[in-house]
T-cell receptor, first 113, second 113 residues
Framework: GENVEQHPSTLSVQEGDSAVIKCTYSDSASNYFPWYKQELGKRPQLIIDIRSNVGEKKDQRIAVTLNKTAKHFSLHITETQPEDSAVYFCAASMNTGGFKTIFGAGTRLFVKA | DGGITQSPKYLFRKEGQNVTLSCEQNLNHDAMYWYRQDPGQGLRLIYYSQIVNDFQKGDIAEGYSVSREKKESFPLTVTSAQKNPTAFYLC????????????FGSGTQLSVL
């Protein structure tokens, strides 16, 4: 089955710096790659997603890139702010007769003011 | 907070006891999912359902059971066969037309007495 690896597990940056989180997936049938942000004590919420027919997508300070050949995708956050501090999960999803989403282990991001 | 509701927020299980976690959605989504979240391990898929009266096992289904008698409801039973049930359980739903983002409930924290 699909396996999603996520690195690093913890990331600490200074406010205003950029943060990059990287993920790899194993199953070439995966065609949808969402990123979720989970603040302490809250539910995960989608922040950005990318489909396999697109190489890059940007939404204000957040961007995601996808390399299908290498089976890896990355989240880039620019001009980080303290409110960006949270756990970020990457995921890979495929159609197996239904849509099955497998998550990475998560990255805890600390943005120091 | 609207859309997908989990209850209770906290649940305690005694040895040998089965407990049921509730998940209800009013988003008219066909697909529903149960994930288990342990510290440092991300979200692991327990069961998912694409349509009423049908469901599939995820990666860690042993010791759990589900039912999908109504489109709006997808309860999860943690049976006595699950030897390490302490975790945070998240229910989610999504559209079925295309591979789409997950909407999560606010979760249930299950602990063993």
């Amino acid at each position: 089955g699909e396996n999603v690896e996520q690195h690093p597990s913890t990331l600490s940056v200074q406010e205003g710096d950029s943060a990059v989180i990287k993920c790899t997936y194993s199953d070439s049938a995966s065609n949808y790659f969402p990123w979720y942000k989970q603040e302490l004590g809250k539910r995960p919420q989608l922040i950005i997603d990318i489909r396999s027919n697109v190489g890059e997508k940007k939404d204000q300070r957040i961007a995601v890139t996808l390399n299908k050949t290498a089976k890896h995708f990355s989240l880039h956050i620019t001009e980080t702010q303290p409110e960006d501090s949270a756990v970020y999960f990457c995921a890979a999803s495929m159609n197996t007769g239904g849509f099955k989403t497998i998550f990475g282990a998560g990255t805890r991001l600390f943005v120091k003011a | 907070d609207g859309g997908i509701t989990q209850s209770p927020k906290y649940l305690f299980r005694k040895e040998g006891q089965n407990v049921t976690l509730s998940c209800e959605q009013n988003l008219n989504h066909d697909a529903m999912y149960w994930y288990r979240q342990d510290p440092g391990q991300g979200l692991r898929l327990i069961y998912y359902s694409q349509i009423v009266n049908d469901f599939q096992k995820g990666d860690i289904a042993e010791g759990y059971s589900v039912s999908r008698e109504k489109k709006e409801s997808f309860p999860l039973t943690v049976t006595s066969a699950q030897k390490n049930p302490t975790a945070f359980y998240l229910c989610a739903s999504s559209k079925m037309d295309t591979n789409e983002k997950l909407f999560f409930g606010s979760g249930t924290q299950l602990s063993v007495l």
